[in-house]
């Protein structure tokens, strides 16, 4: 079974123009989240597919399979699906360019599930929620899942609503981090917008609106992305820290 994982990168970020090239100890911030991927051993080749020349430049600078794509994608998952079209894989990661903490282990869960079970189309990852403060932020997504680790919902609302106070039950953030078998990922980019997903806009409600089940395990993996050049202060002293 092969297993591509496929990072999307644009440059022309309205928050954080070149955010992918941004230097992080040493490093562009794309080449940290290519060399995580490449060190989860369950993937066979990892891509980035970008409409830049200068990530092209710079990707295949530090040896990586780079794709060009179109400039019109809306999305990331527009952009890796361009590319999927062309493999011959069965199992497709799709995996943000602007979180280069991201660690092999990570994708490695995200993957499993489908790989055991065939009815799995999509799948993602969730994390406990311990600060009060993440819970209210809206850019932090929460996501409700069932007994069998499928989402019910995401939102960037606190969910669920503790009524009850005498409920104990944990909140969980949840992780871009999305896998698709490639038949289902070509699927769902041609399936319409939904409402809630253009309410929260929150493209993973799609599937769940169109009546496709997504699988969302959980990890310890805490994400730390890159939004603001400030943030790249953040991460350079939590990588120091694990040195």
């Known amino acids: 079974m092969k297993i591509v994982a496929i990072i999307p990168a644009r440059y022309a970020s309205t928050r954080f123009r070149g955010k992918p090239l941004a230097r992080i100890c040493g490093k562009?911030?794309?080449q940290w989240v290519y060399e995580a991927a490449r060190r989860c051993e369950?993937?066979?080749q990892v891509f980035i597919a970008?409409?830049?020349?200068?990530?092209?430049t710079a990707g295949t600078g530090f040896g990586a399979q780079v794709c060009m794509t179109s400039a019109a994608h809306e999305t990331g998952t527009d952009r890796i699906a361009e590319v999927a079209g062309t493999l011959t894989a069965r199992i497709v990661v799709n995996i943000q360019g602007d979180e280069p903490l991201i660690t092999p282990e990570a994708i490695h869960q995200a993957v499993t599930p489908l790989i055991q079970d065939e009815t799995i189309?999509?799948?993602s990852l969730k994390t406990k929620i311990e600060k009060q403060e993440d819970l209210d932020n809206p850019n932090i997504v929460k996501v409700v899942t069932d007994a069998n680790d499928c989402a019910l919902y995401f939102s960037r609302s606190p969910i669920p609503f503790m009524r009850n106070k005498d409920t104990v039950i944990s909140a969980f953030r949840h992780i871009g981090l999305y896998v698709y078998r490639k038949e289902f990922l070509l699927t769902f980019t041609r399936l319409s917008r939904s409402?809630?997903?253009?309410?929260e806009n929150l493209e993973q409600?799609?599937?769940l609106e169109h009546g496709f089940r997504i699988k969302v395990p959980t990890t310890t993996y805490q994400p730390v992305g890159v939004d603001t050049p400030e943030d790249i202060v953040r991460v350079e002293r939590l990588?120091?820290?694990?040195k």
């Not at 970008?50 to 092209?56: A, H, L, N, P, R």
């Not at 409402?195 to 309410?199: G, M, N, S, T, W």
């Not at 990588?239 to 694990?242: G, Q, Y």
């Open 195 to 199: 409402v809630l997903e253009q309410a």
């Open 42 to 44: 369950i993937i066979d």
């Open 205 to 207: 409600l799609r599937a």
């Open 50 to 56: 970008t409409d830049s020349e200068e990530i092209m």
């Open 121 to 123: 189309l999509m799948g």
């Open 239 to 242: 990588m120091m820290k694990k």
């Open 28 to 30: 562009p911030m794309i």
